[in-house]
């Protein structure tokens, strides 16, 4: 959330009288919950509308509850706040504050799969707020807005299987989850990734695969800075499974895909080209994911409910709780990730250890569009936990300063070198749950 300072000065303004009756101290608790939301604490931002509701006036409760409802997964609801917000805020003079929910309410739709909707409120952000947008919004609207422009007669996402499916994943030379996808007969493997926003694949497997392309060249950021061109392509029926094996498939229909140029996913130097990625808008629909130590992928008919919730969403990355000795920290959660690393956050809360512990040097990450080389330090090694569950890592990757496309909200990036030491990893997205066992 940008400008959150504005944002709670309006309104504590606006509702100042309310809050005269409050028998509890306003200003600390509106700025907790200013912090909190700043940091995308969403945990604790819920605890406390849960049980101060009572005690927080009624457009206050239902602007931060948008929040918490789209953090958990909940975008529907979070909608219905937003609208119950506007409703009774018209007396409010702060478009900074309006421009904010509105840009919740367009990532709802997409979540959704309200393409037109979520590009009619893309529109209406531009013409009404762009006063108050900067620079980095208006570019990211406008070029979100043609995404967007381009699906608005898409159907929605739907995804089919009647009964529990198992699917045998496989690794390729990267170490990566791989999953057999299959368009119109021809079945390839691609990657199976939930820290990618978008499924992505290469124009030439496109093709082969007779998906049909919309032409419209948005960018996107890459890794390294630069902005990599992509087109469009609406599957309307994929297969993920091996229809031709165990028979065991989900289907989804209409699957967005990014279509980059092959040379955008293709990395010489380490001999290694990307045909495909299953991303999260899929994996998220699936509701409920297992994995297994042997690569096994099991995805139950009907999710059920989990004890505990520790996973938000920030946009389109999953994000968990993670803790380190006493202290719950929170990282984005990377399938696609061979290994865990550390971001400047991380870095700036535990610099000493840091220094006194790691080694200082070259690192490099990639991705779409290339590699980048960067300093930072090496640490041989950490124990993290999610809930009970504990590993500890060797020779993590520690960013000093933040990278175009890598979070600075949160302390790090969970990858496959945790998953992996563990019999099973089970998911959520319903539940907003993941478990190690």
């Known amino acids: 959330m940008k400008n959150l300072s504005l944002i709670l000065f309006c309104l504590l303004s606006f509702f100042s009288e309310a809050q005269k009756s409050l028998p509890f101290n306003e200003e600390k608790f509106y700025s907790e919950l200013e912090i909190l939301a700043r940091k995308k604490n969403f945990f604790e931002v819920k605890n406390l509308l849960v049980t101060n509701k009572s005690r ?118 990267a170490k990566l989850a791989n999953v057999p996808v299959t368009v119109s007969g021809n079945t390839k493997n691609f990657i199976f990734d939930t820290g990618a926003n978008f499924s992505v694949i290469q124009r030439s497997v496109a093709l082969e695969m007779g998906c049909e392309i919309i032409p419209i060249q948005f960018n996107v950021s890459a890794i390294t800075g630069a902005k990599v061109k992509s087109d469009l392509a609406v599957v309307k029926e994929l297969k993920i499974g091996d229809p031709g094996g165990s028979g065991q498939v989900i289907t989804c229909e209409n699957v967005v895909f990014l279509v980059f140029d092959d040379k955008d996913l293709t990395f010489a130097e380490a001999n290694y080209t990307i045909l495909g990625i299953i991303g999260f808008p899929v994996i998220r629909n699936l509701d409920e994911i297992h994995i297994t130590k042997d690569d096994q992928l099991m995805v139950p008919k009907t999710a059920k409910m989990f004890p505990i919730s520790n996973m938000i969403l920030n946009g389109f990355v999953p994000v968990v709780q993670v803790v380190k000795n006493s202290d719950t920290l ?108």
């Open 56 to 173: 927080i006036d009624r457009e206050v409760y239902f602007y931060y509850w948008s929040l918490v409802e789209n953090a958990f997964s909940h975008f529907r609801e979070s909608n219905e706040a937003i609208e119950e917000f506007l409703e009774g805020s018209g007396a409010m003079n702060n478009d900074s504050l309006f421009k904010d929910i509105l840009l919740v309410k367009q990532l709802n739709q997409v979540n959704l799969f309200e393409y037109k909707d979520a590009y009619l409120t893309n529109q209406y952000i531009l013409n009404n707020f762009s006063h108050v947008c900067t620079e980095d919004e208006i570019e990211d609207l406008t070029n979100t807005g043609t995404i967007w422009k381009g699906l608005e007669n898409s159907g929605k996402q739907v995804i089919h299987h009647t009964s529990d499916v198992t699917i045998q994943l496989t690794r390729d030379n």
């Open 330 to 437: 929170q990282f984005t959660f990377d399938t696609g990730a061979v290994e865990t690393s550390l971001n400047s956050k991380y870095y700036l809360k535990y610099q000493k250890e840091v220094k006194r512990k790691g080694k200082k040097k070259t690192l490099q990450a990639g991705g779409a569009g290339g590699m980048v080389t960067f300093e930072g330090y090496m640490l041989p090694k950490l124990t993290l936990a999610v809930d009970s569950s504990k590993a500890t890592l060797q020779n993590l990757q520690v960013r000093t300063d933040n990278l175009e496309n890598v979070s600075g909200d949160f302390e790090g990036n969970l990858g496959q070198d945790f998953i992996k030491q563990f019999d099973e990893m089970i998911i959520s997205f319903k539940y907003s749950a993941i478990q190690f066992k």
